[in-house]
């Protein structure tokens, strides 16, 4: 037995088909359909076809993710089913929240559409995120201060680019940058343009092509010894000192006038 056979015997069951009603809607004989779900068969590609269309699930699920694992009414479906994304709540009804960890971020690129690597991840539970997917990713760099090494950035899965809000910061999971933490600015036809926090960074496009995922910030987990930048702190109080003094300047040039 294969996945596969697995998945569209279950598949079947649970819409309470025969083989032989199965067949006639994907248009094919009993005899035929039997091998593929016995595993005596491999289905060629035009037959995975059928069957992916009539049950509305991507080939990719269908081959490799063993959909018994998943109940398909607790299932978040991304775009075009390329992966799952299971709801799991704790004893108390909570949002149970994965947590990418530091060490292994890179990984998430070849592990988000994979539900065993899922699993794998340590969960916590936060009682104020509710009515939503949230996962945890680890921060890196300077660029969206507060957030330093060490820290934890929740966010709250968005499924369409469509609900992208201007001035709000995301997780952006591309192929390129890995898991980039941006403030969304604008979107065109073929891109999203996003900026830092941290004013040394140029904002730039992301082509919607390379996005694999967004998650929009809900919460964020620092560590221990988290202090706010100090020195960043001092140099925006030394600029409004400078500017108090410049308009202190321009008065008394206006008065003198």
Do not use: C
């Not at 067949?23 to 595993?39: H, L, N, T």
């Not at 899965?157 to 995301?170: A, C, F, G, R």
């Amino acid at each position: 037995m294969s996945v596969f056979s697995d998945n569209i015997r279950f598949l079947r069951t649970q819409k309470s088909l025969s083989q032989q009603e199965l067949a006639d809607k994907i248009s094919m004989s009993r005899v035929r359909y039997s091998k593929y779900e016995d595993g005596r068969s491999e289905a060629p590609y035009e037959v995975l076809i059928r069957i992916s269309k009539y049950f509305n699930l991507s080939i990719d699920l269908l081959l490799t993710v063993d959909i018994r694992k998943y109940p398909l009414e607790d299932i978040l479906k991304l775009p075009d089913n390329r992966i799952v994304l299971p709801v799991v709540v704790d004893t108390l009804g909570n949002n149970s929240i994965e947590i990418v960890p530091q060490k292994a971020s890179m990984g998430y690129l070849s592990g988000y559409s994979d539900p065993e690597y899922i699993e794998s991840l340590q969960r916590i539970s936060l009682p104020f995120l509710v009515n939503g997917k949230y996962r945890a990713f680890p921060a890196k760099g300077d660029s969206m201060p507060p957030f330093k090494d060490g820290s934890y950035i929740i966010g709250k899965y968005v499924e369409n680019t469509e609900d992208l809000k201007p001035d709000k910061s995301y997780v952006f999971v591309t192929l390129n940058d890995g898991i980039t933490y941006k403030r969304f600015k604008a979107k065109k036809k073929k891109s999203v343009t996003v900026a830092a926090d941290n004013s040394f960074y140029r904002p730039y496009d992301i082509p919607l092509g390379e996005i694999v995922e967004i998650w929009q910030y809900a919460s964020g987990i620092f560590p221990e010894d988290f202090e706010p930048d100090i020195l960043e702190n001092h140099s925006i109080k030394d600029m409004f000192l400078e500017l108090r003094k410049d308009i202190s300047r321009l008065e008394n040039t206006i008065t003198k006038v």
